[in-house]
C-alpha cells in the first residue's frame, strides 16, 4: 500500500511539470502569434498609408496638368462657355470649379472617368488583378477630392543652397493700393529641421549642444542655428518709366529700386516696423542697408512690416513690373517665406498689428493645390503651391556699377582674420595659415 502511494505522489508531479510546460510553451507561441499579427498590420498600414499617399500626389500631377491647359486656353484667347468649344468648356469647369471648390474640378477638367458611388474619386491603379502589391485593385487606389485655388493671401516659398533668390511679382487687383508688405521667414519647421545640425562652435572648439537660444547680434550665443540674414529688393515702376531710374532715388520716399537686409537678433518681440524711406536711402547711398529685426521662437521666427514707397514718377504703379526679390545671401540654413500684400488703414492704428490692414490676394502668381488620397480605408491629405509665372529665370545676384572711361579701376578687397580657425560638423578643426590684404594685385 505504501510503495502504491509512493507512485501516485512520483505521478502527480509529472503532472503538473508537464501541464507547467504546456503553459509555457503556450504562453510563447501566443507571444509570437500576437508580435506576427502585429508586425503585420503594421506593414499593411505602412503599405496603405504609401500608397494613399501616391494617390494623393497623382491628384497633384493631374491638378498641374489642368492648370497648363486651363491657362494654355486663356492664352489663346479663348473664354469660358458651358456649351463652347473645348477650350471653352475647360475654362468655364475650371473657373466654376475654383469658385466652388469643387473636388471633381480636375475630374471635369481633364475628363477623368470617376467611380459613381465613391465621392466621385479617380482610380489610380494601373492593374487589375492582386497578384502586384500597392498597385492592384484590391487597394481601391484613387484620389477623392482634389481642389484648386489661385487667389491666394499670401505667397509662399523654400530658399536653400541650391535656390538661394525668389523673384515675386506683387500682382494684385489693387496694386496701386498696396502700401506696405508683411515679411514672415524661419519658420518652426525650419527650426527643427535645422536646429540638431546647425551648431555654432564655442570658445573651447567644443559643439554646444542642447542650448535652445539664438543668436545674438553679431555673436555666436551659443546653441541652434539662427534664423538667417534676408536680403530684399524692390523693384517698381508707373507704367511709363526710364531705366535710370532704377539707379537712384527721388526724394526720400520715391524710388524704383531698393534694397535692405534684415539681421535677425535675439529679443522679446518678433514683430517689427520698417519705414519705406528706407529702399530710398539704400539707393541714393548706393550700398547695402542692414536692419536689425527682432526674432523669436514661433510659428514664424522673425516678421516685419514693411512700407513701401511711391514710385519714381510718383504715378500708378504698374502691375506688370512690381518684384520682391528675395534671397538669403549665406545660402543656409533652409529657410520658408511667406510675403502678404496690404495697405495700412491710419487713424494712428499701430503699424505693428495685422488688424491695422486691409489684406490684398496675390492674383495669378501661385496656385494651392489640396489633394486627398485614398487606399482602401485609409486617406492622406497634401497641400502644396505651384507658381503661375516663372520665378526662376536667372537673376544676377550681384553687380558693379563703372563709369567706363579710361580711368574707370576695379579693385578686389580681400580681408582674412588673423586669428583663423576652421571648423567642420561643428568641430574646431585646428587653425589655417594668416594671411594679409594687397591693394595691388587685385587691380585690373
Not at 506688370?320 to 494712428?348: C, F, H, M, Q, R
Not at 494651392?368 to 503661375?388: C, F, M, P, Q, Y
Amino acid at each position: 500500500m505504501k510503495q502504491l502511494i509512493q507512485k501516485t505522489k512520483r505521478g502527480g508531479a509529472s503532472m503538473f511539470v508537464v501541464m507547467f510546460t504546456i503553459l509555457i510553451l503556450s504562453i510563447i507561441v501566443l507571444g509570437f502569434t500576437n508580435l506576427i499579427i502585429s508586425e503585420a498590420t503594421k506593414t499593411s498600414n505602412t503599405d496603405l498609408s504609401q500608397s494613399a499617399y501616391d494617390s494623393a500626389l497623382a491628384g497633384v500631377e493631374d491638378a498641374k496638368i489642368a492648370l497648363l491647359k486651363y491657362h494654355s486656353c486663356l492664352d489663346q484667347g479663348y473664354r469660358a462657355a458651358a456649351g463652347g468649344n473645348t477650350c471653352e468648356k475647360l475654362i468655364y469647369n475650371m473657373q466654376e470649379g475654383i469658385k466652388k471648390q469643387d473636388c471633381s474640378t480636375v475630374a471635369k477638367v481633364l475628363r477623368r472617368e470617376s467611380n459613381e458611388g465613391t465621392e466621385n474619386s479617380v482610380v489610380v491603379q494601373e492593374t487589375s488583378t492582386s497578384d502586384k502589391a500597392g498597385n492592384n485593385k484590391d487597394m481601391m487606389q484613387a484620389y477623392t477630392c482634389v481642389t484648386i485655388k489661385e487667389d491666394l493671401n499670401d505667397y509662399r516659398t523654400t530658399l536653400d543652397s541650391s535656390n538661394r533668390l525668389r523673384i515675386i511679382p506683387i500682382r494684385s487687383a489693387d496694386i496701386d493700393t498696396v502700401d506696405h508688405i508683411l515679411v514672415q521667414w524661419y519658420s518652426s519647421t525650419n527650426y527643427v529641421k535645422n536646429g540638431s545640425n546647425h551648431y555654432c562652435v564655442g570658445g573651447d572648439g567644443n559643439k554646444i549642444s542642447g542650448i535652445d537660444k539664438m543668436y545674438s547680434l553679431g555673436n555666436c550665443a551659443g546653441g541652434r542655428q539662427a534664423p538667417t540674414t534676408l536680403s530684399a529688393r524692390l523693384i517698381q515702376t508707373d507704367e511709363q518709366f526710364d531705366l535710370s531710374e532704377l539707379s537712384v532715388a527721388s526724394g526720400s520716399n520715391n524710388t524704383d529700386t531698393g534694397q535692405i537686409y534684415l539681421l535677425p537678433k535675439s529679443a522679446g518681440d518678433n514683430i517689427n516696423y520698417i519705414d519705406s524711406s528706407k529702399w530710398g536711402e539704400s539707393a541714393n547711398k548706393g550700398e547695402n542697408l542692414p536692419i536689425e529685426v527682432n526674432c523669436k521662437q514661433g510659428t514664424w521666427f522673425c516678421s516685419a512690416y514693411i512700407g513701401l514707397p511711391g514710385t519714381f514718377r510718383g504715378g500708378k504703379r504698374s502691375a506688370a513690373n512690381t518684384y520682391l526679390l528675395v534671397s538669403i545671401p549665406y545660402g543656409s540654413p533652409e529657410t520658408d517665406i511667406s510675403v502678404e500684400a496690404l495697405k495700412y488703414k491710419g487713424g494712428g492704428l499701430s503699424k505693428t498689428q495685422k488688424s491695422s490692414y486691409s489684406h490684398y490676394d496675390f492674383t495669378g502668381v501661385q496656385a494651392r493645390i489640396d489633394s486627398t488620397g485614398r487606399a482602401n480605408d485609409l486617406w492622406r491629405r497634401v497641400e502644396t503651391r505651384v507658381e503661375l509665372v516663372d520665378t526662376y529665370f536667372a537673376y544676377p545676384e550681384f553687380e558693379i556699377t563703372m563709369r567706363g572711361d579710361e580711368n574707370s579701376i576695379l579693385k578686389k578687397s580681400f580681408d582674412v582674420t588673423f586669428n583663423c580657425w576652421s571648423a567642420e560638423n561643428g568641430y574646431r578643426d585646428g587653425n589655417c595659415a594668416n594671411a594679409a590684404a594687397d591693394d595691388g594685385y587685385a587691380s585690373f
